[in-house]
Every structure is written in C-alpha cells, then in structure tokens.
C-alpha cells in the first residue's frame, strides 16, 4: 500500500507542474517504441506534451517530425482515452512536421460511418489538419455522412473541418451545401438533467452548421439574404441554439448595414428577436440594434427597455453585457440613455468592478448639469476601491464630462487635484494629467487653479515624463497669466532638485519667461537670466547647453521670434522621408540639405489634434479596462499629405517611363475608388501631378480565379472641357492579371498643355482587356480569348489635386499678401449647419485650417481660415471663409482668397460653384 501510495504522488506530480521541461519530454518519447504499449504513462506524457504545445512551446522541424511519427505509432493501441489524447497531440503537431500526410490512412480508419466510437470526433478534426487541399475529393463521401450523422459531436466535427478548409477547397465544400443544410435543420434533442426530468436542446452542431452555410454563400448577398430571412420566420425553422440565433442575429445585423434597401426588414427581425426566450439572443439583438448607425430614437425605445430590464437581473454577465452596450450607445444617443440612470445608479455599488466602472462612465455621459456635483462625490469614493486600469476608464469619462459642462469645472477640478495625489501608477497619472491639460485649454476660468494644482503635482512627481510635459506646458501657458513670477519658483525647484532630464525641460521652461511674459518684462528677464546663470556650472552638459543657448536667445529679440516664439515645427514624416532620399541620392554631397522644401505644421493644430483624439477616444468608451488611451499627436493633413506623396514617389521613381518628368508635386491621399468592391474587377486611381504632366495610377484588381485577363489597360477619354487642356502620352498595361496576383497597377500619362493652367473636368474610364479562361480539369489557359470591356466610374481632376496643405501665421501672412486677391459671396443652402461648411471646404480645397477654425463653436456664425501651397510655382494662397447659418436659408458664405501669383488666386476662387 505504501508503494502504491508513492506511485500516485509521483504520477501526480509529474502531470500536475506547471513547469515541464521541453528537452525531458522530448526524451521521454522513447516510450511511444515500447511493445507493449503503456496507455497510463502514454497518456501522462501526451498531456505534458499537449501542454507544452498550448502555452506556445515551439519544437524545431525536426523535433516535430519526430514526436509526430512516435505518437502515431499509438494507433497500434485500442484504448479509447489514449487515442483521444493522441488526435489531439496530432493535430496539434500537424502544423510544424514534415510529411504528416503519411498518418492519413491510420486517421481513416477511425472515421468510418459504421464505427461507433467515442474518438471518431477527434479523428475528423485531426484529418482536416493533417490531409492535402488536392485530397480532399477523395474524403467527400467521409464528410459527408459525418455531416450528417444522429450524434452532434461527430457533426460538429465535421462542420468545424469543413470549414477551415473551405479556403483551400471552395469548390468542393460548395458541393455540400445539402448536407450543411440538413445538418441546420435537425430537429430537437432530449437529455436527461440533473434534477431527474427531461430537457430539450438543440444541438451545437446548428452553431457551426450556420456559420458554414454563411461562409458558402458569401459572396452571394441575395442567397445571404434569403438565409437570414427564411431562418429568422416563425414557424418555419428548426433553429433552436442559442449560438446559433446570435450568430444569425449578427448576420441580419450586417445586411442591415451593407445595404439601406434591407435596413427596415432585418430591423423587424432584430425587433422580433427581442422577445426571445433566451436572455443571451435578446441582447444580442439589442446590442445590435444600438449599434446601428442609422437608428432613430424611436427605433432605441424597445431594445434599451430589454436592457434596462437586465440591469436589474441577479445574472452579473447578462448586467454586464447591458450596461456595455448603453455605455457605447450614451455616446451617439445619450437622451436615449438617460432613461436607465436609475438603475446605473444602483450598479455603482456592485461587487464586479467592471459592471461598476461601465455605469459610472455612463452615468458621466448621460447626466445633466444638475447631477454633476452628486456624481462627482459617488465617484470621489469609488476611486478608492478600484485598480489603475479601472480608474484610466473613469478619469477619461470625467474628461469628457469637464468639455460638456465647462461651468462645473470647480468640481471636477477638485476631483482630479484629488486624484493625483492618490497612489497610482504611470498610466493612471497621465491620464489625469491628460485631462487638467483639456480643462486649461478648453476652459479658460480653470487655467490658473490648474496650473496650481500641477506645480504642487511636480513637486513630488515620481515619473519623468510627466514632470517634463507639466514643466512644457508651464512654460507656454504661464507667462500668459495675471502673476507669471508665481510658476518661477516651482520651475526652478525642479533645476535643483531633479534629475538631468527634468533639470533640461525646467531650463526651456525659465526661458520662455524671460522671453513672452508681457507685464513687468524687465524686472522677470533679469530674474530669469540669473537664474540660467546659475545652469551654466550645472554637471551635465544638456542643461548647460540649453541655459547658455537661452541666455543668448533673450538678449536678441530677432532670435526669440524665430525660435521660442516660432509656433511651427516641421513635419516630422516629411523630413524623415526627405533626409532619406538626401543620404542615399550620391549627388547630394555636393550642396547643401534644403530644408525650405519641408512642410511646417503648427504645433498649436498638433495639440488640438491630439486633444481631440483623446476626447473622441475617451467618449467611445472602452469595452476592456486594460486598453490604455495613446496621447500621440494626431498626423496633420500636411504631414501625412507630405507622407503620401514620399511614398509614391519612390514606387515611381523606379519606373524608367517617368524619369524625365522631375519631382511629384502632388499626389492624391486616398485612392478613389471607381469600382464596388464586391464586383469582378476591382478598380481604384491614385492621381500624381508632375510640373508638366499628369499621371493617373490604377490599381486593377481580378477577382475571378477562373479567368486570366491579358494586355489590361485603361482607356481614358476627357470630356469636352478638359480635351484641349490635356494631351495623352502613353498608356502602361499590365500583360497578364490573376486572381492571385492582388492589386496591379495600370499608369496613364497625360501632358498639360500650358504648365501654368490648372486642367479641372473628368475623364471617362473604360477597362480593356483580353479575357482567357483557365481549364478546371487541367487548370491550363485555354489559348483563344476574347476582347472584352468593363466599364469603371468616371475621375476627376479637382482643385484638391494641385493644392498641398500648409502652415501659416495667418495674421501675418495675410496682410502681406495684397497684390493678387478677391472676395465672392455664396449662398449654399444645401449645407444644414457651419460645421458641414467647413468640412466641405477643406476637403474641396485641400488647404490646412489654422488655429482649430475647422471646428465650428458657435452654430450661427463662424470664421475659417486656410492655407495652401499651389504646385507649379505658383506659390502660396490664403483663404478665409466668414460663414452665417439660418435654419431655412442654408450657410451665407463670404469667400476671400489671397495669394502670391494671379493662377493660384484663380483656381482657388473659382473652386465654390
């Protein structure tokens, strides 16, 4: 009995340890060459092996190779518990061996219709992985009656493999769409409970059945449809799971988004799910309803009141899955919302913190001004109980709330004081940092307690980073306040008292005082010169550096406005890219690096850029607290137009044709898409302009594994406008297109007629080729095609086309430019509010907005201001739209434009038709 005793311990050890040694397991598969075979230590093995295998042990080719032909000498072996184990292994180890088609015929024998066998599902999902795409057609018979099969484990098996090899064998699996079918429509099944009485289920096979079906008819949106629609009647389906009613729920849900003609009728069957039995069905279907894009308030009323009624429910997933999808609807319907704030109310107390966190957050976005000063004390002791990534996802949400109601700003002031002297890890302090900087840029009443608040933050702050931006943004936002001398003494502690790091960004700091305090500027320049005089002796030579460059900066006013009180900075992408091509062009060393061709971003848009993400981000909500929100600054349109064109050029760079035709001025940022892309060709054009030529890129797309296209080209004819403005040079086909080849592309040149005009009209596009088609038997190219076309939308050159976005002082810059200007007064009564306006114009001018005037403030007037470079040498232009909204009468719009040369004034007038 001891000894026996021993034995367990021992086995038991052996299985149950976390840790397993890869190179002792390895060794102990000697034992699958035993004879006769041990199924207890067989099993004990495979499992340490399965495990190794689940928390992504890798085993060289090799090694796995020979593991997998060592435990497929097992099959010698009856035992039903050992061959479970040894599917799994194999299937598992089927993706990294060699030769693992050789086990094919041992597997067979295990799935024949007439074996009764508790493994035969493991040896179906075991054949899918280790069997050849071309094999396939031999196993039909095989899974098809698996397919089919009374037990739901053996038709699940089979559903499951057929699936994941349908990408490598459509054409067959298409060929079982009778017994997929069948295998959805099978009727209910009985089981015994535990409390003695019988239940009935459907089985799980319907789940997979489903998403198989669906799989195979795709790309079909009618046979979709039909599917969605003769599953979903009363009465006339078998489709009892649960799974499987949320899958078709989903289903419904994106036909109802793909296509607005079936946006009512799916709506009704989202409506008729509501009312299922099943608690995990309706809220799918609720869910779905939320999250429709097009939903009225009163399309909201009957979904929200089956959530509001499982927030009241004991079951803490149905609780959570509600009030996560009211947390993502407060954000688009808010009013809608609020009629569950009583029932949010009472969650705030529940045990799961999730559940809790979501209904705080909700009950931020949904509340009314009135119910501020309650939430923020009910939060106050929260904060208390939870994680740092819990308390991220609540701080966010109070961020939000400070822009909604700017006159509660004292509250949540304090509450965020309060939170940064709370223990807490980085991401938790940045995000409330992250939010005082929102309130002193947004609010303007809040600037100076908040500016407080951070000095008393820096003076025990434990992370760096933070230490610097709080130091950066007392530099730029301090000078401007009624007592500036105030922000010197905290900044100047950090020069004594930090590390290099924050010793260097303090220095910056104190110089920016020296240089734009306004009020008793004498008196604070000397202050701040003794005390970078002080910096000099420092002992690291960032911060010595830093102090003597800015002693000499605030004795030169000329330098100061070129440096410190320059507010632009160059794209970074763009310098990048253009740094790159100086270094590895040979002929560059002989002059200089011209950094005047470098786009300047303001670095006040960065900021409104990267403030507005973060708000948008933190509105949307999150669905997991351990998603932690990205404070990097947001690309502004001149950069990441900067970005594109780098991009394009070198792809064109390499093509001999262009060669002669210089630097691309423009290139279009986005593709245009001249084609749906569920259709047969997929077609889309990217628009390049040169100083004498436009070349139009078509990116071609074969979608038809069944035909081969050849001498593809695209036929463009300019209409009437446009044919004596342009002059076709060649076109570049591609010689042959598969479906396998992905997205060609297909160059047309143009030339403009006269450099100095700016060509604007449409071409009509045709696709010409030469259609083959490829034998199914063989799979050769049948050597007889025949000329076909396909006609594509028509494309446009517009004024975006020439214009590229740039950074202005538009103050500045617009008194000096006087020689070329006009004004024009329109009258765009199809615009229904400013901020409409304002986004039309930017993307029809293509021009930056400067300052954040692209966001509309005030709804009845507002002014835009813009600017642009225009390709061709023709130089700068400014643009400044003064806007007035009347409801009934549309957007007055006064158009003023201002530019260096008469052709860019031109085309940027006469853009508004």
């Not at 000329?558 to 740094?579: N, P």
């Amino acid at each position: 009995m001891s000894l026996k005793k021993n034995e367990e311990i021992t086995s038991s050890n052996s299985v149950g340890s976390f840790y397993q040694d890869k190179t002792a397991v390895f060794q102990e598969a000697r034992i699958f060459n035993q004879s006769p075979i041990s199924p207890r230590k067989s099993r004990i093995l495979l499992t340490k092996l399965a495990y190794l295998l689940s928390i992504g042990e890798t085993f060289s080719k090799t090694e796995s190779t020979s593991l997998f032909f060592s435990v497929t000498k097992l099959f010698q072996n009856k035992d039903p518990a050992l061959r479970q184990m040894v599917y799994l292994v194999v299937k598992e180890l089927s993706s990294s061996a060699d030769d693992v088609i050789m086990a094919t015929s041992s597997i067979m024998k295990d799935i024949q219709p007439n074996l009764d066998v508790i493994y035969r599902p493991n040896a179906i999902r075991a054949l899918s992985r280790v069997t050849d795409p071309s094999m396939i057609q031999g196993l039909e018979r095989f899974f098809r009656t698996a397919l089919v099969d009374k037990s739901p484990s053996i038709s699940a098996a089979a559903l499951v493999s057929s699936y994941h090899l349908y990408p490598e064998a459509k054409d067959i699996i298409k060929r079982w769409a009778n017994e997929v079918t069948e295998a959805l429509s099978k009727p209910e099944i009985s089981r015994f409970s535990l409390d003695g009485s019988w239940q009935s289920t459907s089985a799980i096979s319907q789940y997979h059945a489903l998403a198989l079906l669906y799989t195979i008819r795709d790309k079909d949106r009618m046979a979709v449809t039909k599917l969605v629609q003769g599953l979903a009647t009363p009465g006339s389906s078998s489709l009892r799971n649960p799974l499987a009613l949320c899958m078709l729920v989903r289903y419904a849900a994106r036909l109802m988004d793909e296509d607005p003609n079936l946006q009512r009728p799916m709506l009704e069957l989202l409506e008729g799910w509501l009312r299922n039995k099943s608690d995990m069905v309706s809220i799918e279907a609720a869910r779905a309803i939320c999250d429709w894009k097009g939903a009225k308030p009163n399309d909201l009323m009957r979904p929200i009141a089956v959530l509001q009624l499982a927030l009241s429910t004991p079951k803490t997933p149905l609780k959570f899955a509600a009030i996560r999808t009211l947390n993502r609807l407060a954000q688009v319907h808010p009013q809608a919302v609020a009629a569950c704030n009583l029932e949010m109310e009472n969650l705030i107390t529940d045990s799961n913190r999730s559940i809790a966190t979501f209904a705080i957050t909700t009950l931020l976005k949904t509340g009314n001004e009135a119910s501020v000063d309650r939430l923020m004390k009910q939060i106050s002791g929260f904060m208390l109980e939870i994680s740092d990534e819990f308390k991220v996802i609540v701080v966010d949400a109070v961020r939000a709330l400070c822009l909604k109601f700017p006159s509660k700003h004292v509250a949540m002031l304090g509450f965020l004081s309060g939170a940064l002297r709370d223990e807490g890890g980085y991401d938790f302090k940045r995000a409330v940092v992250d939010a005082i900087f929102d309130m002193i840029k947004y609010i303007e009443e809040s600037k100076e307690t908040a500016l407080s608040h951070l000095c008393e933050f820096i003076e025990d702050c434990e992370f760096t980073k933070l230490s610097v931006r709080v130091l950066h943004l007392l530099g730029v936002e301090g000078p401007k306040t009624l007592e500036p001398t105030k922000y010197i003494r905290h900044i100047y502690n950090r020069v004594v008292l930090e590390n290099a790091i924050v010793r260097a960004a303090a220095v910056s700091s104190l110089a920016k005082f020296g240089v734009n305090v306004v009020q008793g500027a004498e008196s604070v320049r000397r202050s701040v010169k003794v005390l970078l005089g002080r910096c000099l002796d420092d002992i690291d030579d960032e911060v010595r550096d830093r102090a003597a460059m800015y002693m000499r900066i605030i004795e030169d006013d000329e330098l100061a406005s070129r440096t410190v009180k320059d507010d632009s900075t160059y794209s970074i992408g763009a310098l990048e890219s253009k740094l790159v091509a100086y270094v590895n062009d040979p002929s560059s060393s002989a002059q200089a690096f011209d950094a005047s061709a470098i786009p300047r971003v303001n670095k006040e848009q960065i900021r409104i850029d990267t403030n507005k993400a973060i708000v948008n981000e933190s509105a949307m909500g999150t669905s997991t607290p351990d998603v932690t929100q990205s404070s990097s600054p947001a690309p502004t349109a001149a950069a990441s137009k900067e970005d594109t064109t780098a991009k394009y050029a070198e792809q064109i760079a390499n093509i001999p044709e262009f060669a002669t035709y210089g630097p691309i001025l423009q290139s279009s940022s986005n593709p245009v898409e001249l084609t749906e892309r569920e259709t047969e060709y997929v077609v889309s054009a990217i628009k390049h302009v040169f100083a004498s030529h436009i070349v139009f890129q078509f990116n071609v797309q074969n979608t038809i594994a069944e035909n081969v296209l050849e001498d593809v080209s695209v036929i463009m004819q300019p209409t009437d406008d446009l044919s004596e403005q342009v002059q076709e040079d060649f076109i570049m086909p591609v010689q042959q297109l598969t479906s396998e080849m992905g997205s060609t592309a297909i160059y047309v040149s143009f030339t403009r007629v006269l450099e100095e005009e700016y060509p604007l009209g449409s071409f009509i596009n045709t696709l010409s080729f030469i259609s083959k088609e490829v034998d199914p038997d063989t799979g050769d190219l049948e050597p007889e095609g025949y000329k076909d076309e396909y006609q594509i939308e028509d494309i446009e050159l517009q004024v975006a086309d020439y214009v590229q976005p740039s950074y202005a002082s538009f103050g500045n810059e617009w008194e000096k430019h006087t020689t070329y200007a006009a004004t024009e007064t329109f009258s765009l009564t199809a615009l229904d509010s400013l901020q409409s306006a304002c986004d039309s114009l930017v993307e029809l001018l293509n021009m930056e907005a400067l300052g954040g005037s692209q966001n509309a403030t005030n709804p009845a007037i507002h002014t835009l201001e813009l600017s642009g470079l225009v390709c061709g040498g023709a130089g700068k232009a400014l643009a400044r739209a003064r806007m007035a909204y009347e409801e009934g009468s549309g957007v007055t719009l006064e158009f003023s434009v201002r530019a260096e040369s008469q052709n860019g004034l031109d085309l940027i007038i006469n853009a508004i038709q």
